[in-house]
Every structure is written in structure tokens, then in C-alpha cells.
């Protein structure tokens, strides 16, 4: 009888897993993956400042260069960036959080902006954090922003246009992202 049942108990310990240093571990299933938003859907009005709309422009102009992989011109970009964030952090028609929001913004793309396209991309990863709670606190005007994301970087940019272009992947995956409604 012991034998009979020594077979059915080594069958129960192989099928479940029950210890063995040589099985390889379960793979925990993958989150299903969020439906796409098209970016009609997810943009908002941007902005009622004239500042932050400039900003905002700017600061698209550089997302699009960094999904080009071009450092020169995001050199460019990030300076100008940096003094469209001080010129909204002056505007007396911001509130103060909203003027804090913008100083921070220009104190991390202020100064000596990287040769290279990854610490760029950092601070373009920084700022994008400020500028989206900007922007959503000072809608209006005619310009339309959403907010998209990229999952593999685990990071949020703001576009201005409905055709995804990745700022943090580039032309390694240009058109990987999806919009966040």
C-alpha cells in the first residue's frame, strides 16, 4: 500500500511545485495593458497664460527634438526652455503655485544643458512632472495638450500633437506611448 501511494505522492510534489530548488518559479501574469486614448479624447485647452502657452511651446519643440535623437538643437531648446519657465514664473497672472511651479521648471533646465541626448532627456523627464500640473491648473486658450506615457520608461511627457513621439525612447521607439486621459 505504501508503495502504491509513494508514486502519487512524488506526482503531487512535481505538480505542485511544493519546494524544488530546480523549478524554476512561477511568472506572475501581466497587468492587461491600458486602452489607448485617442489624444482628441485626452487633450485639454492649454493655456490661459500667454507665458505658460509659450512655454508649453517651447517645451514641445524640445519633446519632439529628443524623439529625433538630436542633441544639438535640444541644447538650444532646453536654454530656451529654461527662459520661457523664468518669464512664467514672472507672470502676475499665475498663482503663486502656479509661479513656483514655473521657477522650478527653469531652475532644472537652467544653466549648462548635457552634450548628450540621456541627461537631456532627464531633465526632460523632470520638468515634464511641473509642466503638466501647470498646464492643468491654467487651461483656456486654443492651444490642446495631453498628457502621454511611456510605459517602458515609466515616465509622463505633455504633446501637443495627436501622433505619439516618444522623447524618452527616441528613434528606438519613436511611436512607443500611449495618451492618459
Known amino acids: ?14 505538480a505542485c511545485d511544493c519546494g524544488s530548488a530546480n523549478t524554476p518559479a ?6 492587461p495593458a491600458s486602452p489607448t486614448v485617442p489624444f482628441s479624447a485626452a487633450s485639454y485647452p492649454c493655456c490661459a497664460s500667454d507665458r505658460v502657452r509659450l512655454l508649453a511651446v517651447g517645451y514641445a519643440d524640445l519633446g519632439r527634438t529628443l524623439a529625433r535623437d538630436d542633441p544639438e538643437a535640444a ?19 499665475l498663482s503663486a503655485d ?10 532644472r533646465a537652467g544653466g549648462t544643458p548635457p552634450d548628450r541626448l540621456e541627461p537631456m532627456r532627464e531633465i ?7 509642466l503638466i500640473v501647470l498646464t492643468q491648473s491654467n487651461r483656456g486658450g486654443s492651444m490642446r495638450v495631453a498628457v502621454a506615457f511611456c510605459p517602458r520608461s515609466n515616465a509622463n511627457w505633455l504633446q501637443a500633437s495627436p501622433e505619439i513621439m516618444n522623447p524618452y525612447l527616441g528613434s528606438l521607439e519613436v511611436s512607443s506611448g500611449v495618451f492618459r486621459p
Open 26 to 31: 512561477a511568472v506572475a501574469p501581466e497587468a
Open 75 to 93: 541644447r538650444v531648446q532646453v536654454e530656451e526652455v529654461a527662459r520661457r519657465a523664468a518669464a512664467a514664473a514672472e507672470d502676475p497672472l
Open 98 to 107: 502656479g509661479r513656483a511651479l514655473a521657477a522650478r521648471i527653469a531652475a
Open 124 to 130: 526632460f523627464k523632470e520638468i515634464s512632472e511641473h
Open 1 to 14: 500500500m505504501i508503495r502504491a501511494l509513494l508514486p502519487l505522492s512524488l506526482l503531487f510534489a512535481v
